[in-house]
């Protein structure tokens, strides 16, 4: 589990304190966007989705920004907790792939 | 119990062993998918398939083969297996024609090391 964040981008962020995930997507053609949350030893679960109709869509503790012209979304975490500490995925499709892509990932850690 | 289940979770093999990963799900879901996940990179797709007699191409599907043997399995073979797949494997499932979302529900992973 602990492998799959090397090598990642790394946000270190106050237990208490918001966090920022970005996250630059490739296709403009995509219409549908995931976030998932990894945590270590475990597979990725859905945090929160946003179709492009939208820029904004919040769920609990967590909102998710799109922005379309520069075809950027990103994930914000009010109150960051420990359990947060996870890689997080931003993922694309649009509608009739049938497939998602996945981004790299971004490691999160909170400090107590 | 867990609605995507794979077997085995760890497994250390030789180069030039043939493997098998099950996978094995309860959702009801007609998608079935296969990736594999290495250090610092996303997911990438090895497999997937729609229904039982739908199995298409990931990605990167050389090396690889699969096998949906039922609505809630679906196994991927590495037919000789080389150090270079050495990765985390994950199954997933999702329910496109229901839900309207994509999204997809991942299973534990499946560690697989090969010597």
């Known amino acids: 589990g602990e492998s799959v964040g090397l090598h990642l981008p790394t946000l270190s962020v106050q237990e208490g304190d918001n966090s920022i995930i970005n996250c630059a997507y490739s296709n403009s053609a995509s219409d549908y966007f995931i976030w998932y949350k990894q945590e270590s030893g475990k597979g990725p679960q859905f945090i929160i989705d946003i179709r492009s109709n939208m820029d904004k869509r919040q769920g609990q503790r967590v909102t998710v920004l799109l922005n379309k012209t520069v075809k950027h979304l990103s994930l914000q975490i009010a109150a960051t907790q420990p359990g947060d500490s996870a890689v997080y995925f931003c993922?694309?499709?649009?509608?009739?792939?049938?497939?998602?892509?996945f981004g790299k990932g971004n490691q999160v850690v909170v400090i107590p | 119990d867990a609605d995507v289940t794979q077997t085995p979770r760890n497994r250390i093999t030789k180069t030039g062993k043939r493997i098998m990963l099950e996978c094995s799900q309860t959702?009801?879901?007609?998608?079935m998918y296969w990736y594999r996940q290495d250090p610092g990179l996303g997911l990438r797709l090895i497999y997937y398939?729609?229904?039982?007699?739908?199995?298409n191409k990931g990605e990167i599907s050389d090396g690889y083969s699969v096998s949906r043997q039922a609505q809630a399995k679906f196994s991927l073979s590495l037919e000789s297996a080389i150090p270079n797949q050495t990765a985390l494997y994950f199954c997933?499932?999702?329910?496109?024609?229901?839900?309207?979302?994509?999204?997809?529900?991942f299973g534990p992973g499946t560690r697989l090391t090969v010597l």
């Open positions: 997933a499932t999702s329910d496109w024609g229901t839900s309207g979302s994509d999204e997809q529900f």
């Open positions: 959702k009801g879901h007609d998608r």
């Open positions: 993922a694309e499709t649009y509608y009739g792939n049938n497939r998602l892509a």
């Open positions: 398939s729609f229904d039982v007699k739908d199995i």
